[in-house]
Every structure is written in structure tokens, then in C-alpha cells.
């Protein structure tokens, strides 16, 4: 009698088909868990390739370097055609280069294109510590140099300044226009 009282209470498993439940159940209970967590931990991290933010736009702009500097030497094969058409003569053309003393219409004309696309990749922004066009202060104390003294820099290049801007294929005229429309724009 004892021993069967003793029996009853020795364990909750008292068939084999339980023992095979809680056997398999021990193994499939904390792999559960593991995944679920492993889920809960990365379910965060979902990322829907087709939200916008990963488009080839999105992404290329996320990752471009921060700034852009226009080298102009290819785009240097044109600019005479480009010249070309400034210069050609129309009759409106003419008598406003009769009428301006001595600037050269065409100088003046290459002078800003460079400016545009060449000084102005540093120049509008700072890059590099480039004094800002139109930055009076910044400006100030280099201008006080003397305009020959710029002209050099920027014709041969100064520090981070590269000589012409990088745009090696700019005629020294043109550069100097850009140089004085930079001064022109910053006293
Ligand atoms: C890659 C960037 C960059 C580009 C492009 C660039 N500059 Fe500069 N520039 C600079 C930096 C940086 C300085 C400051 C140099 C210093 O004094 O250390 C500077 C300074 C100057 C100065 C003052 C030089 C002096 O002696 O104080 C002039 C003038 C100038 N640039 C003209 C130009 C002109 C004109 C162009 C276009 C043909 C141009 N820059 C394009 C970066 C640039």
C-alpha cells in the first residue's frame, strides 16, 4: 500500500506517449523562443525595397561625396564654338561693342562662364577654405593685395586653390575675368 502511494506521486509523466511529449517539447520550446527573440531583435531592421528612400536616386545621393568639383578641360573643346557664337557679330552685338570702351564682349563673356561652372564649385560654397564670392570680410584683406597678386593665384594656384581652378585649358585672359568678376562681386 505504501509503495503504491509513494508511486502516485514520483512523477507527473506516467505513460510513454507523455514522456515522448515533454521529451520533444523540451527541444521545441527554447528554439521557439530563440527564433521569436532572434525576430523581435531584427524585426526592426526590416527594410521594403520598394520604399522610395531605396531607390537608385535616393541611395546614389545618400552616398555622393560631399562636394563636386566641375573639371572643365573636356568641356574645353566647345567653349571656342561657344566663343564663336558670342562673338559673332549681330547688329545689337556691334554697336554695344562700339559703344563699351575697352572691355573685350567676349573676354568678359568666357570670363563668366568660367566663373560659373569652374570658380564657382569652390567659390559660391567655401570649399576648402575658398573665400566666398560676395563674402566682403572673407574678401577684404586679399583684395588689399592687389589685383595682381590674385590674378597669380589664381593663374598658378595658391594652397588648396589649384591654378586655374582646375580648369588647365582656360586662356590667362579668361581666368583673370573670372578673377574680376569674383573681386567685382565681393567689395
Ligand atoms: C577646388 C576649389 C577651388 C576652385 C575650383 C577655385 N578656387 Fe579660388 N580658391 C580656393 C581656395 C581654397 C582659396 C584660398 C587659398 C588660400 O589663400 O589658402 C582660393 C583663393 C582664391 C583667390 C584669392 C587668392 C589670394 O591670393 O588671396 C582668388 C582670386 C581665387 N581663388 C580665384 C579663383 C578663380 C578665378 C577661380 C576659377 C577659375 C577659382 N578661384 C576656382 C579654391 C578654389
Known sequence: MAEVH??????????????????????????????????????????????????????????????????VGDAESTPTSEAVIATTPTPAAQASVAAAPATAASGAGAGEQV?????????????????????KAAWQPRIAQGIEVLYASAINGKNLMPAKGGAAGSS????????????????
Do not use: W
Not at 51 to 69: C, D, H, N, T
Open 6 to 71: 509513494i508511486e502516485d506521486h514520483s512523477s507527473p509523466i506516467k505513460t510513454p506517449q507523455q514522456l515522448v511529449v515533454v521529451v520533444l517539447l523540451s527541444f521545441i520550446v527554447p528554439v521557439a523562443a530563440i527564433l521569436l527573440l532572434v525576430k523581435l531583435i531584427t524585426g526592426g531592421m526590416h527594410i521594403d525595397p520598394d520604399s522610395s528612400a531605396m531607390s537608385e536616386e535616393a541611395i546614389a545621393q545618400r552616398l555622393k561625396p560631399v562636394g563636386e568639383v566641375g573639371m
Open 115 to 135: 566663373f560659373n561652372t569652374v570658380c564657382q564649385a569652390c567659390h559660391a560654397t567655401g570649399v576648402g577654405g575658398a573665400p566666398k564670392t560676395g563674402d
Open 172 to 187: 590667362d585672359a579668361d581666368i583673370k575675368a573670372a578673377v574680376d568678376l569674383m573681386v567685382a562681386k565681393s567689395k
